[in-house]
Structures are given as C-alpha cells and as structure tokens.
C-alpha cells in the first residue's frame, strides 16, 4: 500500500516538472532503494537460515527395507551438509498413507520431509476416503532414484522366457499365482500393467515386503514375483529361481543378459519403482530449491551412487519442477491401469 502512493506522488511530482520536487523524487528514489534492501533479504532469510532444528526424514517402510536404506544413507550425507542432525522416522502401514498424511500435515517449513514411492501416484484412484490430498497438500522435492524391477519365476513353471510364460496363462486362465512386496508396490502394478496388455488372468499375492515373498517363490507357493534385484540376485546366481525379463526400457546393469519385457515382446512397457522427497504444500520456494539442489548433489556423490547401485537403485536427482511433472505422468499412467482394470488393495 505504501510502496503504490510513493509511485503516485512521484508520477505527479515528474508532471508538475518542479526542480524541487525533482530533488524530492531524488530523495524519495534513494529511501526506496534503501528500503528495497532488507525486504529482499528478508525473502531470502528462510532458505539462508535453513535449517535452523533438526529434520524429521519420514519413510513409509520398515527399517531395513530398500528404502529405509536409501534413505538413511540420504539423510546422513544431508546431515554432514545442513550441520543439523536428520532424524529417520519409520512409519510404515495404510499402503504407505500414514507417514504421507504426516508430511502432508505438517508445517510447510521443510523441517519435515518423506521418502514417498510409487504407490503415492496410484493411491488417489484405489483408497477411498484419503485423509489428504495428494495434488493440494503434497510438494514434490527430488526424484532420487528409480528401481527396475525383475521378474523371476520358480524353476519349476514350463516356461523359460516372457512369451512363454504369456502362453501358459493363456492356456491355465487363473492357475498361476504372482507375488509382490505389497499392495499396489510397482512390482503389483507392473504386473497388473502386464496383465492388462497381455490379456492374461494371474493371481495376486501380497507380501509384507519382499523377502517373505521371494521365500514363498523359492519353496513353489507362488509362481512369479516382480521386485527390485537385490533380494533375487542371490537366488538367481544360485539357480533357485529364474530371471524372466525387466521391466524398465534398458537392461538392468547387474542383469544384463536379462532381456527388458519390451524386447520379450510387450510393447511400450516401462516401469520402475521409484523414491522421491516430498514436503507439504506450501513451502517456501528458497526453502524448496535448497532442499531439491542438496540431494541433486546428494544422489551423484560418486560414492552413493555406487552405494545405490548395491540396492539396485539408478540415481536420478531431479528439480522439483522436474519431479512434479513426472509424479503427474504417474498419476495418468497409474489411475488410467486403475479405471480400466478395477484396480484395488486385495
């Protein structure tokens, strides 16, 4: 309000063409410049001061889960940087709502921050009555990494490749069963993607996580498991289970005599489970920015990432512009599979 009748008074003063009221424009000019000063330092106060506590890093997982383990090795390194400790804060359950309401609740100062996965894209479209809402109350920070998932198979299936094992359910409608880490995990919404465009009828069979699962696979109790590779690894090397195909569009460096779905025939087929920051709706944009350029710097340290690769995980280190818009392709791609199939937690 002050700043428009300063503008005012000085447009009428220049009318009037009056020396002394050119002095006083002068004058004015000078007190606004000076005024200018703090208010724009006042803007950058919060992202210079940040942070000024510690951070709460939530994780809708388990400890010891990939992502657990993705995130801590995060939240140490952000820690070391910020000289403010990045407390890691595991609050799995609800198809990973709880700990996103609690990021989506909290106050919109980046203090408190999550490690949201895939299931965050497709949760809208399958679960009623969310306690949040995922496009007004959620920032997307940084995409850290994407997890190409493997599809592996029990020995004992009469299969050996991708279009063989479409032909046997094809032929045995409802027979065969898959597992997955959890519900609505990508490794359950690769294979429903599968599903939809192979036309076959397989079975699904939720897990708490993946070892469970990778265990009921090796002992014949399910037949095909889609998961991230360094739970299969072990077994695949060991001949205990076989490695199918993945499903992202490149061949997974520690497969790489695994074909991708797509050159096993499945056309446009490209997923992967992925890990990203968020915050709550609202943040600061300085605030925003430092948060997304450190773990940018974060995930590229060459000793993450190789310490990602153990996990399976590729480093991406995304702007949060960049992360936004890919959570939004998710969110088409994953609700347009959910409309057309019914798709729901089992």
């Avoid at 609740?105 to 009623?128: F, M, Q, R, S």
């Avoid at 997955?180 to 069979?205: D, F």
């Avoid at 499903?247 to 695994?258: E, I, K």
Wanted: glycine fraction near 10%; hydrophobic fraction near 45%; charge should be positive.
């Amino acid at each position: 309000m002050i700043g428009c009748r300063l503008q005012k008074l000085l447009v009428h003063w220049v009318l009037l063409g009056n020396l002394k009221n050119m002095i006083k424009i002068s004058y004015l000019s000078a007190i606004i410049a000076l005024t200018a000063g703090p208010v724009a330092s006042y803007a950058q106060a919060p992202a210079a001061n940040f942070p000024t506590r510690p951070i709460r890093f939530l994780v809708p997982v388990p400890p010891g889960a990939t992502t657990d383990i993705v995130t801590r090795l995060v939240a140490q390194k952000m820690g070391e940087s910020f000289g403010q400790q990045v407390v890691v804060d595991n609050r799995p359950g609800g198809v990973m709502t709880i700990a996103t309401d609690l990021v989506a609740k909290a106050p919109p100062d980046g203090h408190t921050i999550a490690t949201l996965l895939t299931p965050t894209a497709v949760n809208p479209y399958v679960l009623k009555n969310l306690p949040y809402n995922t496009e007004r109350e959620l920032q997307a920070v940084s995409q850290m990494v994407a997890v190409p998932g493997v599809m592996t198979m029990n020995p004992g299936v009469p299969a050996n490749n991708l279009k063989e094992v479409i032909a046997l359910a094809r032929a045995k409608p409802g027979a065969l069963n898959y597992g997955s880490p959890g519900q609505l995990t990508s490794g359950h919404l690769s294979m429903e993607l599968l599903k939809l465009n192979a036309g076959i009828n397989i079975q699904h069979v939720p897990y708490k996580g993946g070892a469970p699962a990778i265990t009921d696979l090796i002992g014949g109790q399910i037949q095909f498991l889609i998961s991230g590779p360094p739970g299969v690894l072990p077994h695949i090397k060991a001949g205990r289970l076989k490695a199918i195909a993945t499903t992202s569009a490149r061949r997974s460096p520690g497969l790489p005599d695994t074909p991708t779905f797509m050159e096993s025939g499945v056309p446009n087929f490209d997923t992967s489970e992925w890990y990203g920051v968020f915050a709550p709706a609202g943040l600061p944009k300085p605030v925003l920015d430092k948060l997304s350029r450190e773990l940018v710097r974060i995930v590229k340290l060459p000793d993450v990432a190789e310490r990602l690769s153990v996990q399976g995980a590729i480093p991406v280190g995304s702007s949060a512009e960049a992360f936004t818009q890919f959570v939004k392709q998710e969110m088409n791609l994953w609700g347009g599979v959910a409309r057309k199939i019914g798709l729901k937690p089992d």
